[in-house]
């Protein structure tokens, strides 16, 4: 991880917030959500080095009324204003048993599950949405209007890690496209459509097109709903008005994201445990996440692996 710390403070990013960027980058690998892992770094470099990321951002927050936290990335990473809003939000929910945190002019905000995480692991639930920069047509449209718009859930237990459930409003994320783009290889043919409508395997002609919705119309819908939670609140940009998160040609993304914190009594906290086993007792069942914890045991046991052309070229960016 320091390499990679190292990079983004090469590239004038503050220690402290290299830290952060750096643990969500390698965490995202160590899960295997390589998208949002180590390939996001030549990215991430380009657009600090163009001025569409802002490395001089201070995150700020105010109040809208008692229950509703608003935080202002500034046009700076997403990580360290989610680090702020964590801070903040913990002594906030526990005291008050609920609250809303929006956060602005934000960017790419990596793996949802990671954040919503940690407050599980501190006895809250959470509900968290971010909209993306436009990827999915309108149900019946054939132009993008809706970012793939990731939605994450995790529930305190009382016994073992927490349940982290993390999806996208899209068949599949947008990453997964770009890295078999990046690989050379093939996509399912029900992934996306190209520009005409048509269903194609190509990745490159997949992110030219829209990706298709997860459930159909119902997962349209469900990304609606996702855009009006987060830039709709927060006044930031729709999916359709914000730039991408990969390219340096264009103006700040400033999309949003959305966290609904719970803190429930301990009481409630045990009587989760009675539907996680009921759905336990039966053959062949899992709780969501059981994946994710064997991967991170076994980077643990046998250490992190990662491809070359990623490494080489962090290492090329520390100065």
Excluded at 4 to 32: C, K, M, P, R
Excluded at 81 to 98: C, D, I, K, T, Y
Excluded at 284 to 307: E, M, Q
Aim: overall charge neutral.
């Amino acid at each position: 991880m320091q390499i990679v710390s190292d990079a983004f403070q090469s590239h004038g990013i503050s220690n402290q917030n290299a830290e952060i960027i750096a643990h969500y980058l390698v965490l995202a690998e160590t899960d295997g959500q390589l998208g949002h892992g180590l390939s996001r770094v030549k990215s991430y470099l380009a657009q600090i080095k163009s001025g569409k990321v802002n490395i001089s951002s201070s995150v700020s927050s105010e109040f809208q009324g008692k229950g509703w936290l608003t935080l202002d990335a500034e046009h700076g990473f997403a990580f360290p204003a989610l680090e702020q809003a964590f801070s903040q939000a913990m002594p906030l929910v526990r005291e008050n048993g609920a609250l809303l945190v929006t956060i602005n002019k934000s960017h790419h905000a990596g793996v949802l599950g990671h954040h919503v995480e940690r407050y599980a692991d501190q006895g809250v639930v959470a509900l968290m949405f971010s909209n993306t920069p436009a990827a999915m047509a309108p149900w019946g449209g054939s132009i993008p209007i809706f970012g793939t718009n990731p939605i994450a859930f995790s529930c305190p237990r009382d016994n073992g890690s927490p349940l982290v459930i993390d999806l996208s409003l899209a068949k599949v994320a947008r990453g997964k496209i770009m890295r078999a783009k990046r690989e050379g290889k093939e996509i399912p043919e029900d992934w996306a459509v190209d520009l005409e409508g048509i269903a194609t395997t190509d990745p490159e002609r997949a992110l030219k097109g829209t990706i298709l919705p997860m459930g159909g119309a119902k997962g349209a819908v469900l990304a609606l709903m996702v855009e009006l939670m987060t830039a709709g609140l927060a006044g930031a940009h729709f999916g359709f008005q914000a730039s991408s998160f990969l390219d340096t040609k264009s103006s700040e993304p400033n999309v949003a994201q959305t966290l609904i914190l719970i803190a429930p009594p301990p009481e409630r906290i045990a009587h989760f445990e009675t539907l996680f086993s009921a759905i336990l007792t039966q053959p062949n069942t899992r709780l969501p996440g059981i994946k994710r914890l064997k991967k991170r045991a076994d980077v643990a046991k046998n250490g992190l692996k990662i491809l070359k052309d990623d490494y080489t070229y962090i290492l090329s960016q520390v100065k």
